[in-house]
Structures are given as C-alpha cells and as structure tokens.
C-alpha cells in the first residue's frame, strides 16, 4: 500500500506551499477585507463612553449575543448595576482595528465590555475582553447564573471551557468551508461537519442527563454555547440545519427552544444588530426602553 494520500473527485487543484508564507490580499474569502496577519490599530478612533458603568462594544455574531444574553438576564433578575451602553463595532468596515477597539482588546475581536463602576471612587476602568472572561466577570460581579456549591460551579465552568474550545471548529472550521469559503473544499468540510457532528452528540448526551450544560440550573455556560450550538440546531447557522441532520439531537433540540422562549435571550439578540427583520435590530442599546423605541422600523418609520 502506498504513503502517498489518494485524490478524491472533488479535490482542488493540488497547491504547494512555498517556503515562506506571503500575505496575497484579496484572497476571494468572504472575511478578506478585514484578515491581517499582523495585530494592532490601523486608524486613532476613541471610543464612544455613555452614562452607565457597564460600556459594551459588540456586535449581535454569536460571540457578542453571549454578553448581551447575560446582561438582558441580569437586569431581568433585578440586577440594575447591570444596566448598560452597547456600542456597535461593525467588523466588516474594521471598527476592531481602531485605537480604542484595540486598547480595550489587543485581540481586534468583539466582544469588549470597559467597566467604569470603580471611577467613581478614584480607581480605574477595568477592562475585560474573551466573551467567555466576561460572562465569568460579570457572573462573579453580580452573584448570578454561576453556582456557588464547588461542584456545580466546576461543572459550569467545565462547560464555560469547552464552549472556547470547540466552537472555533464550528465557526471557523466548519461554518466557514461550509457556507463562506470562495471555493467548497470536500476535505475541509467532511472534516469539520464531522467535529461538529460530534459536539453536537457530545451536547445531546449531557443534555440527556440533566437539564441544563451545568446541572439543575439555567447558567453562563447555557448562555455561552446557545448562541452557537442552540443556533445551530434552531437552523439559524450556515443554513446547516439539513446538511447536519440537526433534529436528531433530540435534547438539545428542547434545550434550545426552552432557552429561546426567555424573554431576555429574545431582548439580547436584538442589541447590536443590524442585518435581518428591522424590528430585531437594535444597534445601539442606552436604556431598556430603547427595545420600545429605537429598533430599525420605528427610527425607519415617519414621523406623526
Ligand atoms: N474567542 C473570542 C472570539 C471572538 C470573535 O471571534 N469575534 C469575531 C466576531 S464573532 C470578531 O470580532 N471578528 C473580527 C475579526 O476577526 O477581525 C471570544 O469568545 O470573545
């Protein structure tokens, strides 16, 4: 038997690296205008500070809906420190890039949250970037969707973890071959269909034993693997739905439509929208009352 790996029908053309890798821009990805090779600001552009403590600068991908999720929760619970400004960064014109952005992220990635509550009393802003760094930021700051007990809390946070871990192998690995790539690579997405295949199952099993990732509890690890994986199996991600058979993941089908029908998950990813219904997008959120009064159809709409 031969070393040498087989061609497959659908295999592009062979391409071998060169020795040392250049930056070829554009390279016809749907994401080249804004991949760089290099990190840093590209332009001075502060940002915009509003009157709350909480100041957000996101976008409603299903990294930024994991904080404004939780946010939408914690006020739901009673919680008004948790009242906040969210500021739109629109990835696709390099809003990340800026020295603002990148002061309060280094990694040019949204979401980025400055907490300003500790100015008040002289000390500093603090800031806070990784969407899974902020729902433990915020969890630990108001007491709230992170048990106490060590085991549960442990069991959360395992969940928290494997979120980071694994969902860059359904957006970048799987959602971008399947659905952005310029060119459908067979390898490529039989790979990542395959991983994402069995997240989904891995999710489903724990799904079967308890009713939430972390146990009894509704927590920030729900919070942060439903905007990817509830997606996904609501068929909202990647038009995907049929290609992954998702309706056989027969737990986290339940597990996600529960956690869909929460009126703060429906209020979160509406902020810092700006793609679909009109009446879904908020792009920019100052006070609960701007659910009411500032989404896309109403400023849309004439006056009297
Ligand atoms: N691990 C990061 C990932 C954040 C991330 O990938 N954000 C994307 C949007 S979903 C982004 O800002 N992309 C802009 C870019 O790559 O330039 C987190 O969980 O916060």
Not at 165 to 191: Q, T
Not at 209 to 222: T, V
Request: charged share 15%; proline share 8%; no cysteine.
């Amino acid at each position: 038997m031969s070393d040498t790996p087989q061609a497959r029908p659908n295999d592009p053309p062979a391409y071998a690296p060169p020795r040392i890798w250049t930056w070829q821009q554009p390279n016809g990805g749907q994401f080249a205008s804004i991949n760089r090779p290099v990190a840093g600001s590209t332009h001075d552009k502060p940002l915009p500070v509003g009157r709350h403590p909480l100041q957000l600068y996101s976008l409603a991908t299903p990294n930024g809906v994991k904080v404004t999720v939780l946010l939408e929760e914690l006020l739901a619970l009673g919680h008004a420190g948790a009242e906040y400004d969210a500021w739109i960064i629109r990835i696709q014109n390099g809003d990340q890039f800026g020295s603002g952005f990148v002061g309060v992220n280094p990694n040019s990635k949204i979401p980025a949250l400055m907490d300003h509550s500790a100015v008040a009393a002289g000390g500093q802003p603090v800031r806070v970037f990784e969407s899974g760094a902020i729902l433990l930021y915020l969890a630990t700051k108001f007491g709230a969707f992170l048990p106490s007990d060590p085991a549960a809390r442990t069991e959360t946070l395992n969940w928290l973890f494997w979120q980071m871990g694994s969902a860059p192998y359904l957006g970048g690995g799987f959602g971008h071959f399947y659905a952005y790539a310029p060119h459908k690579i067979e390898y490529a997405i039989d790979r990542f269909a395959m991983e994402t295949k069995r997240q989904l199952d891995v999710l489903d099993r724990r799904l079967a034993e308890a009713p939430y990732l972390g146990g009894a509890d509704y927590s920030i690890a729900d919070i942060a693997v439903w905007p990817w994986y509830g997606a996904l199996a609501l068929g909202q991600l990647y038009g995907a739905a049929e290609f992954l058979q998702v309706q056989d993941y027969t737990h986290v089908q339940r597990w996600a439509q529960a956690i869909a029908q929460r009126p703060a998950v429906k209020r979160g990813r509406m902020v810092n929208r700006a793609w679909g219904a009109p009446e879904e997008q908020l792009h920019e959120r100052h006070a609960a009352s701007d659910f009411d009064t500032q989404t896309q159809d109403k400023l849309a709409a004439p006056a009297g």
